[in-house]
């Protein structure tokens, strides 16, 4: 149920749902998650971090909790943290295209391009027909000054979805 009222977007109610998961199981660690993000709806960020760091501390391989709190880290401008975070779930399953183009936005938030475009590069791999990925390897090129190389990844992008504006800019 509280999955539900957090589908609808009312975290107030899902809170308690989740409360209740965990007095029928403590050692389940999904409800203390689940917490966490209502807790980050309702913007009570230090109680969203603080059940991110529970679950973490009770599963310390429960990747969602690691993207989870990364997310918040990176929308809250904690860019090196989000990092931190990104790459301990990158270490737990390297398959999610989307964890590094998420770490490669906050490596190029700061400034690191290379390591940006390292991510990007691997998340077009993973994904290869996703043209949000090759746009972001070309805002990369852009950033380091390496105009032609950016040319040739956003007229890939443009063969891949002729739609998405980003390339044509």
């Known amino acids: 149920l509280g999955r539900y009222y957090l589908y609808v977007g009312d975290p ?9 998961a965990i007095k029928a199981n403590p050692v389940y660690v999904p409800p203390y998650n689940n917490i966490g993000v209502s807790y980050y709806q309702l913007n009570e960020l230090d109680s969203a971090l603080k059940y991110y760091n529970q679950t973490i501390e009770y599963q310390p391989k429960y990747i969602l909790a690691y993207n989870n709190r990364a997310q918040l880290f990176y929308d809250h401008e904690q860019y090196e943290k989000a990092i931190f975070d990104y790459t301990k779930s990158i270490d737990l399953n390297k398959g999610n295209p989307e964890v590094y183009a998420q770490r490669g936005l906050s490596y190029y938030l700061i400034g690191s391009f290379d390591k940006a475009l390292a991510d990007f590069t691997l998340a077009a791999r993973l994904k290869p027909y996703n043209s949000y990925y090759n746009d972001l390897i070309g805002q990369c090129y852009v950033a380091k000054d390496e105009l032609k190389k950016a040319i040739k990844v956003y007229s890939k992008s443009i063969r891949l979805n002729n739609k998405k504006e980003n390339a044509f800019f």
């Open 12 to 20: 107030k109610m899902a809170i308690p749902q989740f409360y209740n």
